[in-house]
């Protein structure tokens, strides 16, 4: 009974979708990229500094697909976009079905699958495509990240960790002070969790405040989930934003 109730808590593998053929559709590189295009679009208000020295990997079950602005690298040119040089290239081994549900930044997976190491940009964010993360994130329980919205909100999340990584430490991007105050006021921010929940509170608040005008549903969406007491470090860090939204929102 025990086996059977952990074997349910982590993935219920009956529940898992096939994913082994994934790949991506026209559908799904319009909507990476519409994800790509909106960080570039909202870049003067939350990215001041620029993100033109971002990467970006849309993944499938057969392809990566690079999207990167050096047009040197040693691989197949498909495609030149908003100037990115769009590059595919096989690699080893497959997504997991964690991998498949998301998308994360600068230290992921496929920068090894791929043999990228060294070829790209430090700061860089890896995605599923829109088609299996709606899968995936359909069979989580109460995830707020089933709709394309969703998808286009956590690509600038995920711009958003590798903009902040790649600020110096005496560059603050507004409302940083704020969020490490108030996360330190629910987890020590000297604590692993306090780390990683600042973290997030500053890439949630660039997700909602993307989310605030075009995405009301996961605005909405976004806010409701500050209301738990979870201790995940992304909900720790969403009450943080909830308690300084209000008199420190962006400028509509
Ligand atoms: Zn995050």
Request: proline share 5%.
């Amino acid at each position: 009974m025990r086996a059977l109730a952990l074997l349910l808590l982590t993935f219920p593998a009956w529940a898992a979708p096939d994913l082994a053929r994934t790949r991506a559709s026209g559908k799904d590189f319009a909507a990476f990229q519409d994800g790509l295009a909106l960080a570039a679009k909202v870049q003067p208000e939350l990215f001041p500094n620029g993100i033109q020295g971002i990467d970006a990997i849309l993944y499938d079950a057969r392809y990566l697909y690079l999207y990167s602005r050096r047009k040197d690298l040693p691989f197949r040119e498909v495609n030149r976009w908003h100037g990115y040089h769009v590059y595919r290239l096989s690699y080893k081994g497959k997504p997991t079905m964690r991998e498949w549900g998301g998308c994360r930044g600068g230290g992921g997976s496929f920068i090894e699958k791929g043999g990228l190491r060294g070829r790209l940009h430090d700061n860089y964010l890896e995605c599923a495509p829109l088609s299996a993360f709606i899968r995936v994130q359909r069979v989580k329980k109460g995830s707020i990240y089933t709709t394309r919205e969703s998808y286009l909100a956590t690509i600038v999340h995920e711009v958003a960790h590798q903009y902040q990584d790649q600020l110096s430490t005496y560059d603050r991007p507004a409302p940083l002070d704020e969020l490490i105050a108030k996360v330190d006021s629910i987890v020590p921010g000297s604590s692993d969790l306090g780390a990683r929940s600042i973290r997030e509170a500053y890439a949630e608040w660039c997700e909602l405040a993307v989310s605030e005008k075009r995405f009301r549903e996961h605005f909405k969406n976004m806010l409701a989930r500050a209301d738990t007491a979870s201790q995940d470090p992304h909900d720790i860090g969403m009450r943080a934003v909830r308690a300084v939204w209000k008199e420190k929102r962006p400028a509509p």
